[in-house]
């Protein structure tokens, strides 16, 4: 509660930057799961974090500050995917891999399961990606995504185990065909 005093009764130059260092990374990850393309993501940021300047006034406590500031990236970046511009434009729907070389086998195949895994995380229905990755990497309550995503939370609890179960099928289907 004092965050939310602190950034409600005065948002100066330093308060801001603070605000930025503390969660522009994670609301950076969260936009490009949501578009899943890069410069898009950071244009949306931006724009988060202007309206978050503009309107942290309007910031009643009732969440995280966290929360407040994923519900605002999801509502731009749902904006940005109903627009004309997107819906004209084709897009790949892949995600290149980095390359680099392991300094051992182990760290090589485990990025390749890493990698592995999020390809099947990304290809999930929207619905189900989102819930999993708010809830294992921003570590969100159930409480707290259905807040942001205005369900309830047993919907949340219902999408998350459907989620994770889809992740383990495809999982255990790459294993027997050696995909994976």
């Given at each position: 509660?004092?965050?939310?005093?602190?950034?409600?009764?005065?948002m100066?130059?330093?308060?801001?930057?603070e605000?930025?260092?503390?969660y522009?990374?994670?609301?950076?990850?969260y936009?490009?799961?949501?578009?899943?393309?890069?410069?898009?993501a950071?244009?949306?940021?931006?724009?988060?974090?202007?309206?978050?300047?503009?309107?942290i006034?309007?910031?009643?406590?009732?969440?995280?500050?966290?929360?407040?500031?994923?519900?605002?990236?999801?509502?731009?970046?749902?904006?940005?995917?109903?627009?004309?511009f997107?819906?004209?434009?084709?897009?790949t729907?892949?995600?290149?891999r980095?390359?680099?070389?392991?300094?051992?086998e182990?760290e090589?195949?485990?990025q390749?399961?890493?990698?592995?895994?999020?390809k099947?995380?990304?290809?999930?229905p929207?619905?189900?990606?989102?819930?999993?990755?708010?809830?294992?990497?921003?570590?969100?309550?159930?409480?707290?995504?259905?807040?942001?995503?205005?369900i309830s939370?047993?919907?949340?609890?219902?999408?998350?185990?459907?989620?994770?179960?889809?992740?383990?099928?495809?999982?255990?289907?790459?294993?027997?065909?050696?995909i994976?």
């Amino acid at each position: 509660m004092e965050k939310y005093l602190q950034y409600a009764s005065k948002m100066d130059d330093h308060a801001f930057r603070e605000l930025m260092n503390e969660y522009g990374q994670e609301v950076w990850n969260y936009a490009y799961f949501l578009i899943r393309r890069f410069d898009a993501a950071d244009d949306h940021v931006q724009e988060v974090f202007i309206r978050v300047y503009q309107n942290i006034g309007s910031f009643r406590g009732e969440s995280s500050i966290k929360t407040w500031l994923f519900a605002i990236t999801r509502n731009l970046a749902f904006n940005y995917k109903r627009s004309a511009f997107i819906r004209k434009v084709t897009l790949t729907d892949w995600i290149g891999r980095r390359e680099s070389s392991p300094s051992a086998e182990k760290e090589a195949l485990d990025q390749i399961l890493t990698d592995d895994l999020w390809k099947i995380v990304l290809d999930l229905p929207d619905k189900y990606r989102e819930v999993l990755v708010l809830d294992a990497r921003y570590g969100l309550s159930n409480k707290e995504i259905a807040g942001l995503l205005k369900i309830s939370e047993g919907t949340v609890k219902s999408r998350l185990h459907r989620a994770r179960n889809k992740v383990n099928e495809q999982m255990k289907e790459g294993i027997k065909y050696g995909i994976i």
